[in-house]
């Protein structure tokens, strides 16, 4: 299986495929492609992703972009580690999660991206209308979770890592964050699969 993903390893949703692989136990290859110089727009890249976008796998003579489109075929494609909770109430809200992380909160996106989290950036603070990004993403957070809670369900899925990532935007940046919520962003992040990704050798500077 091929894995599609920027070439600055800085995508949110290429560390989410990422991610999603990884806890699977699948053997993949990476593939590169440099979003500056427009890679992801080549024709060869276009037959690829009809999107021309990051993330896309390419699994045997099938292929597929939307990194929470990847995660759900490959949870069902595959055995292994599920990705998404058994119960079906539990599984609708995990998609429902990812889904408004993907389509929202869009001044946290701009005031704070994934440069701040993988590559140390010091931004400045928070805008009023990032602020009210945020206590918009904490008190959806509260729905989900409770003090000491490490996922957001009984057992951990793939929306705990694109919660913990959009949290971390925030805990990393040393903005004001609720210690609980802190905790567990700090938690997720710790899961090897995740750190995998962290890890990934970035030569921008």
Request: charged content about 20%.
């Amino acid at each position: 299986m091929l894995l599609y993903v920027d070439a600055d390893y800085l995508s949110p949703y290429a560390m989410s495929a990422f991610v999603a692989l990884r806890e699977k136990g699948l053997t993949f290859e990476l593939r590169l492609l440099d979003l500056k110089h427009g890679e992801q727009s080549s024709p060869t890249y276009a037959e690829i992703s009809h999107t021309q976008r990051i993330p896309a796998i390419v699994d045997d003579d099938f292929s597929l972009s939307e990194s929470s489109a990847i995660s759900e075929y490959l949870d069902e494609c595959y055995i292994g580690p599920k990705l998404y909770p058994l119960a079906l109430l539990q599984r609708a809200q995990a998609r429902s999660l990812q889904a408004w992380l993907r389509s929202d909160l869009l001044p946290i996106r701009e005031e704070r991206s994934t440069e701040v989290v993988f590559l140390n950036r010091s931004p400045q603070p928070l805008s009023a209308k990032a602020q009210a990004a945020a206590n918009k993403l904490f008190h959806a957070a509260a729905q989900l979770l409770q003090p000491g809670q490490l996922n957001l369900f009984e057992q951990w899925s793939i929306a705990d890592t694109d919660l913990a990532l959009m949290i971390n935007r925030l805990v990393l940046a040393g903005d004001p964050v609720p210690e609980y919520l802190a905790d567990y962003a700090t938690a997720q992040w710790q899961r090897a699969s995740v750190q995998d990704w962290v890890n990934l050798p970035r030569s921008i500077t």
